[in-house]
């Protein structure tokens, strides 16, 4: 293998509870009431634009996507410099010691400034040698877009690319680029239909992920 491609929440940070919190907060004050495990079982890994679709046409809600997006954006710009993403157990480690050796990337379904913001407060910004955003391409994650411009931009045949992903939507993504799937979930680590790989933690993981790039740790 040549390239390794890393989702961003869920995967790199736990982020996952997170955004279900702030999103529970701003549908509340939309008259929504949605519980964060609610949220955490029917929307974690669909990207933003789907979600507010789905709320403002199911609960009639009087805004836009755009302007629904922005208003989330900007909630979770505060939350961030009030509480921070804490980083997913054994990622940093993982990073570091890839660093070098093994060309990386963050392949996400997540608006750029967000992501780089993140990686940039944890000090991963510089170990990558690019950040592609599903927003970015045609069509978002599950479609296979984001991984194709990826491969293109990072000079790699998708057959010779690993990517970690923590849900199915992000999985369907990368499968459907013909790329060697590794499925990371701690909620449910049980080996989805096609993934070449399942863990229930990065640590648990990195031993494979080292022996696939023949790095020793």
């Keep these: 293998m040549q390239t390794l491609f890393f989702d961003f929440d869920g995967t790199l940070v736990d982020s996952e509870r997170f955004h279900a919190a702030n999103w529970s907060q701003y549908l509340a004050g939309h008259g929504v009431e949605l519980s964060i495990d609610t949220f955490m079982s029917q929307y974690a890994g669909v990207t933003w634009p789907h979600i507010a679709e789905h709320f403002i046409s199911h609960y009639n809600i009087s805004t836009t996507v755009s302007a629904m997006i922005n208003e989330m954006e900007a909630l979770t710009e505060a939350m961030i410099l009030e509480k921070g993403i804490p980083a997913m157990p ?112 990065m640590t648990e993981a990195t031993p494979v992920l080292l022996s696939l790039f023949n790095v020793k740790h």
């Design 90 to 201: 054994g990622v940093d480690d993982l990073l570091k010691t890839l660093s070098g050796k093994v060309p990386m990337a963050v392949v996400t379904g997540a608006p750029r400034d967000y992501v780089t913001g993140v990686l940039a407060h944890h000090g991963w910004l510089s170990l990558f040698d690019n950040v592609f955003s599903g927003y970015e391409v045609t069509n978002n994650k599950p479609a296979p877009d984001v991984y194709l411009q990826a491969c293109k931009t990072m000079h790699v045949l998708p057959e010779k690319a690993v990517a970690v992903e923590d849900s199915r939507t992000g999985l369907m993504s990368a499968l459907s680029a013909n790329i060697h799937a590794v499925f990371v979930n701690s909620h449910s680590p049980k080996l989805p239909a096609h993934a070449n790989h399942s863990f229930a933690s």
